[in-house]
Structure formats: C-alpha cells, structure tokens
C-alpha cells in the first residue's frame, strides 16, 4: 500500500501538469473554433497536421522513453551512460529527420495536401524534433523523481503559448486593422492558421534552454554494445508505439484522403473539436503512465508485484469510469468549450472516451511482455488493433463520416486491450478483481444510461442536479466498499482509526 501511496502522490504532481495543462490547453479550442469557423476547415487543418506529428513523435523517440527506464533500473548498467547513450541516438535521429524534411519539402508538403502552405509541415518538422529530443531529459526527471521541474517546465510552454496565441489571435487582428503598418511588423493577417504552428515552435524552443542543466555536468559517454541492446529491446516498442498512435491519430490522417473536398476538412474540424472533451480520458492515462511505468520498473523483482498491479489496475478502472460520468454529467456546461456550430460533433464523445478508458486498460495490461523483455508481444496486439482501426475507417467515414473514427477507435482499443489480457492471462498471469470492476463498469453504465435519455425538454439545472445525484452515488460506493474515508490522506484524520472496515 506504501507503494501505491508514492505511485499516488507522484501521479497528482505529474497529473496536476497534465490535467492543468490540458484545462488551459482548452482555452485554445474556443480560441480556435471561434477564429476558424467550420466552413473555412481551419481547425481541421490544425487536427490533420497534430495528427502528423503526434506519428513523427513516436517515430523519433523510437521507444527510447521506456528503454532508458528499462537499462537505468539495472543494476549492471551504469544509469548516466543509459541517459548520454539514449541522448545522443535520439537527438541523431531528430536531427536526420529535420534535415530531411527540410530538403524534401515541397514534395513531402504535397503528398499531405499543403502544396500552398509547405511551411506549415516546415515549422512542425523543426518543433517535433525538439519535442522528441525534450522527451528524454524529461523521461530522466521521472526517473529521478523530479516531477516539480518536470511539472514547472510542462507549464511553462502551455502557459506562454497560450499567451502567445491569445496575442495572435485575438488582439493583434483589430489592432493590425487600424494600425496596418506598425502592427504588421509582427503580424500579418495571411498566415492564419499557421500561427499556431509557428507559436508552437518558439515555445518549444525555449523550454529546450531550461534543460541544460540536464544536459550539461556529466561526461557523455556512447557505448555502442548498449546501443545494440537497447536498441534490441526498444524497436519491439517502436512497432507497439506506431500501432498505437494510429490508434489515436490514423482517423484524423485517413479523414481528409477518403471525404474528399472542402467538406471533409470542415468534418473534420468538428470531430477534431469534439474529441479535445473526450481527452480528459488522455489526461488521466498520462498521468498515471508517468508515474506508474518507473514505479513498475523499480518493482519489477518484488514477489508481491502482481498484487500490486492487479490493485492498480482497478482503481485506474474505478477513477477512470468517474471522470467518465463526470464529463457525461457535466455536457451541458462543458460544450461550451467549442463554438456552438461545432455541437454536432458531440455524440462521439462518450465513444471516444470509452476507447480511452481501454487503452488505459491496454496500457496497464502491457507490463507483462515488458518486464519480460518481450515486447513484441506489444506489436502484435497494436497491430491488430490498428488493422481494425484502418478496416473501419476506410470502409464507413465515406458513408457515416466522423462517427466512423469514433467507433473505428473503440474497435481498435477493444481488440488491443483483450488480445493483451488473455495471452497475458496464459503467459504471466495476474488475478485482477474481474468481479469487483464489472460491477462498478455496470454502475457506470447505469447510469450513462440514466443521463442519455433524460428529456431534452427538461431545464438544464434539472438534468445537471440528476446527474449529480448519480455522480455521488458512484462516489458513494467507491468510498463505502474500495475507499472508506478514514483510509483518506488528509481527510483520514478527521475519521476514527477503529472506523469499521470492509
């Protein structure tokens, strides 16, 4: 219990970067819907080309993230040759890329649909390299159990880039309208969209500067026969993660390539809209991935681990189906984050929400094959996922548009996670509390029900006061039989340590 206690605090600094940040990140989408109407595409522009470097990304990590995790917790290897060694391959590999696709633009900007834009794949080549790069000294304050810089770092980019969007967007346009000629020094009216981009990149930059601590004070030392090994263990990691992001993100590349025309970018923009309400799923994943995969790690020769990870994996369940009845119950108000003419979209966000809640599971799942040094077990089952995905998306978005991306993840996430469990089951069994968590999936599922088909015509203070009622009853349940109060940090103490327990 101490363990999960570390892995708990952990998860709220790292969660706390990843929930704020995400919550400030929305002040964008409003930003955005309402500057780019549906019909101009603009955010669909905005979706597509995130879409591409959310791939890139995964691409030049390669895997690297949870190598070093892997070799720095052994005790054969010396963690400051990991760390110089994972460095330098990642930051080669960014590097190349840059390179290349700078040479290559034109091209590579027409193939992806920008002939008339190249710099925005330009300007988003620069910046995924530098995030790929970033990755690893913020993987080594993980690993060193830093999350207050790794929190501070995280708010400074979300923080002044939407500063810096707010200056763009917002009051840059009137004032360039009346001052055409001193304002248009820093601003000009034709680059539209691309200012998201371009805003992307000059905080990127300038968080890299504030890890030259983590970058300097050591001798770099490459050592090839690690590199080997690692490299062993990680491209097994690289396949798992591809399959993965096209879990996430081949909807919004496969999108605009079969719904041709203007109105597949506009259809697009509203899916891309709806899914940023869906990501408090993403926020939650996150931040229990960055607490959890170093905790594994560190445990991983511990007799008691798979009690440990079966305990885990329903409190994940537990607070993951809250947060979904929560954002449910709660629609009425949270819609407004987008403008209201991307409304429409809103019918896919419990589908997506739901596929998040099982890549959670999927990822929670996934630590047998790693702790084995088997992770091409992990390739195998995002693969298959990502094959369902691409058979949904490609046979029925020309027919049914974006709900097909919708369900088309949920597919994907569904076979990733049971493929996971059950050859998991036979190769490295763990008693998970099955019992225990489908009662709490049909309570959840209860009352979505309860909240969907409450009458339209009812005031919304009614339908939000019924949902709230249904939200602590969940609440109530989790602390009457998982979580009794007086076993609370903080609030424990107020609660009699002979409290009757379950």
Known sequence: MAELKSVAKDTAIYGLSSIIGRFLNYLLVPLYTAKMSVESGGYGIVTNIYAYVALAMVLLTFGMETTLFRFANKTDENPHTVYSTTLTMVG???LLFTLLVLIFLTPIASAMGYADHPEYVGIMAACVALDAFQAIPFAWLRYQHRPVKFFALKMLFIVLNIALN?????ILPPLYARHPDTIGLIYDPTVGPGYAFILNLVCTGLVTFFFIPELTGFKYRFDTGLMRRMWKYSWPILLLGIAGILNQTAD???????????????????YGACVKIAMIMAMITQAFRYAYEPFVFGKAKDKNSGETYATAMKFFIIFTLLAFLCVIGYMDLLKYIIAPDYWPGLRVVPIVMAAEIMMGVY???SFWYKLIDKTIWGAWFSAAGCIVLFTVNILFIPRYSYMACAWGGFAGYA?????????GQK?????YPLKSIAVYVCIAGFFYAIMTFLPDSWPTLARLGVNSVLILLFIGHILKHDLPPHQLPVIGKYFRENSPKR
Request: aromatic residues 16%; neutral net charge; charged residues 15%.
């Open 415 to 423: 076979t990733a996670m049971l493929l996971s469990y059950f050859v």
């Open 92 to 94: 080669s590999v960014a």
């Open 427 to 431: 190769k490295n069994p763990i008693e």
């Open 166 to 170: 707010i200056l763009y967007f917002v």
């Open 252 to 270: 919004k590349i496969i999108f605009p390539l079969v719904y041709h025309g203007p109105e597949g970018k506009s259809e697009l923009a509203v």
């Open 363 to 365: 990822f929670n799942l």
